[in-house]
């Protein structure tokens, strides 16, 4: 856990510091120096997309095993990825008012995720509105296999089918932004930070539900 954190710390600070000391990865624009929040804003949305990736894998463990604990794993991991959609929503709506003079512009990539945040809100509701443990946790398991088709599709597909305000493609030179040199190294370091403090929080979260259980067993023995 020490271990996790303090590489966690480093990456992110890294990434930080690095952000600011090289220069803006687009330039030629009135925007240049927004575009700074493309080492943050990326990589919180790619971590959100594994969190959610994460809570689908431990909702089929859960269909296949029946152990309660995946089945909160799922929540956990589904919580998590919530909070990282909306700092990449937070982000982007920041770069928006700079670039485009709105913090919302209803643009295909702001819109998209959105929905994805609206898809993953309504699995709390679910879960909610069942109160017997065990249908919650198959209701919810198989809502959260069936969630993640909407990921790939919110995050990738959708937003490339309609015209938008978002530079084109920032992931490809043509658009560009070329992930290379130091653009890459700060990318790259920002995006192994980001998903290290995913892997830190989900730790922690994961051993205090199996502390949970431990004295939930304890007391169904007593």
């Known amino acids: 856990m020490k271990i996790i954190r303090i590489l966690a710390f480093l990456l992110i600070g890294g990434a930080i510091v690095l952000a600011f000391v090289y220069p803006p990865p687009m330039s030629g624009q009135t925007w240049s120096e927004a575009?700074?929040?493309?080492?943050?804003h990326v990589p919180q949305a790619l971590v959100s997309f594994i969190s959610f990736g994460v809570a689908m894998v431990y909702a089929v463990l859960y269909l296949r095993k029946k152990d309660l604990l995946h089945d909160e794993r799922a929540a956990l991991a589904v919580e998590l990825g919530i909070v990282f959609c909306i700092l990449a929503t937070v982000t982007g709506s920041i770069f928006a008012k700079v670039a485009w003079g709105e913090f919302w512009n209803w643009d295909p990539r702001e819109t998209s995720i959105l929905l994805l945040l609206m898809v993953y809100g309504a699995?709390?509701?679910?879960?909610?509105?069942?109160?017997?443990?065990?249908?919650?946790?198959?209701?919810?398991?198989?809502?959260?296999?069936?969630?993640?088709?909407?990921?790939?599709?919110?995050?990738?597909?959708?937003?490339?089918?309609?015209?938008?305000?978002?530079?084109?493609?920032?992931?490809?030179?043509?658009?560009?932004?070329?992930?290379?040199?130091?653009?890459?190294?700060?990318?790259?370091?920002?995006m192994a930070g980001f998903t290290v403090l995913f892997a830190w929080l989900f730790n922690i979260g994961n051993r205090l539900l199996r502390l949970k259980h431990m004295q939930l067993e304890k007391r169904y023995v007593d």
């Open 35 to 40: 575009s700074r929040i493309f080492y943050f």
């Open 123 to 190: 699995y709390f509701a679910l879960r909610q509105s069942v109160s017997d443990p065990r249908r919650r946790a198959t209701f919810s398991s198989v809502y959260l296999v069936l969630a993640f088709a909407t990921v790939p599709f919110f995050g990738f597909v959708l937003p490339r089918l309609y015209q938008s305000l978002h530079p084109t493609d920032t992931l490809v030179a043509d658009g560009g932004m070329a992930i290379h040199g130091y653009v890459a190294l700060v990318f790259y370091m920002s």
